[in-house]
């Protein structure tokens, strides 16, 4: 267990080095802000027009809040999209890069063995994903509460299922590391994470069109890369009840939100993909030859 947490202390470090995370979280913070603004903009503009109406003002969860509510989900939508970003770019050489550089060779010289080296690397870059999530959807979030007084019903659970989205995400990058080169693992994860996507359209297409070909297809697609799944998950507890009805009438039309809860065998199944991806990883490169 000791050289896991030195692994994976060493891939903190290395994670913060790198110029991809300054970066991204650079652009984060204009994102925020420049978003946090336009909020700020709307919600003055409904006041105002609240204020023409003759009301003395908007409840947080009316029909009259409706932009802000839309406003405070497409934002975490962002959020979601942004943190899978981090974690497959973060993370995609985390065993092929070292390869490829020369680093692996002195490290398995030393008295640690290969899969202490991937779980020690997973829960490193896990660490750097999941503390950019909190605080990103923290900040998101706690803006839009300061700025309209608004706040969605469970935030924390959302951000447990996207956090769960992550490890996955995190997960297989590590595994396509160990199968890939750099480049050809990051593609591979990418496109598993469209997988997950298309899944959330067809199955909307599926109710819109009641074509049970497309919906059977878009939850095998939700089944084989739960990621969009989670995000569908996490989109519920972001809506108030005003959204949850209007997301039922729709009858699933909009294959961004969710209108039930995540499906607690599809929510296993994440958690266990996440575990058979780290597992999957340290047995190969236990068996790969460097």
Do not use: C
């Amino acid at each position: 267990m000791r050289n896991v947490l030195l692994v994976t202390e060493l891939s903190l470090r290395e994670a913060v080095r790198k110029r991809l995370v300054a970066v991204l979280l650079v652009l984060s913070a204009l994102f925020i802000g420049f978003y946090l603004y336009g909020i700020f903009r709307m919600d003055a503009s409904l006041d105002a027009r609240a204020a023409e109406a003759g009301l003395n003002g908007r409840s947080a969860n009316g029909s009259g809040n409706l932009p802000v509510m839309y406003a405070a989900m497409l934002g975490m939508y962002l959020v979601y999209f942004l943190a899978s970003l981090m974690s497959v770019l973060s993370t995609v050489g985390a065993i092929s890069g070292d390869i490829e550089n020369g680093v692996m060779q002195s490290v398995i010289a030393r008295p640690i063995r290969r899969s202490e080296l991937v779980l020690g690397r997973w829960l490193g870059f896990l660490t750097v994903n999941v503390t950019y999530v909190a605080l990103l959807s923290a900040t998101l979030l706690g803006g839009v509460y300061a700025i309209t007084g608004y706040l969605p019903p469970a935030p924390g659970a959302a951000v447990l299922l996207i956090a769960l989205s992550v490890a996955l995400l995190t997960a297989l990058t590590v595994l396509g590391s160990t199968l890939f080169t750099t480049l050809a693992g990051g593609i591979g994860v990418f496109v598993l994470y469209g997988l997950g996507s298309a899944g959330g359209i067809l199955s909307a297409i599926g109710q819109i069109s009641a074509n049970p070909t497309l919906t059977t297809l878009g939850r095998a697609a939700n089944i084989a890369m739960p990621t969009n799944a989670l995000w569908l998950g996490a989109s519920y507890h972001l809506q108030p009840d005003l959204l949850l009805e209007i997301a039922r009438r729709s009858q699933g039309a909009n294959p961004f939100f969710g209108s039930d809860p995540m499906n607690p065998g599809l929510l296993a199944w994440a958690a266990v993909l996440t575990l058979l991806a780290v597992g999957g990883a340290a047995w190969r490169l236990s068996r790969r030859d460097l």
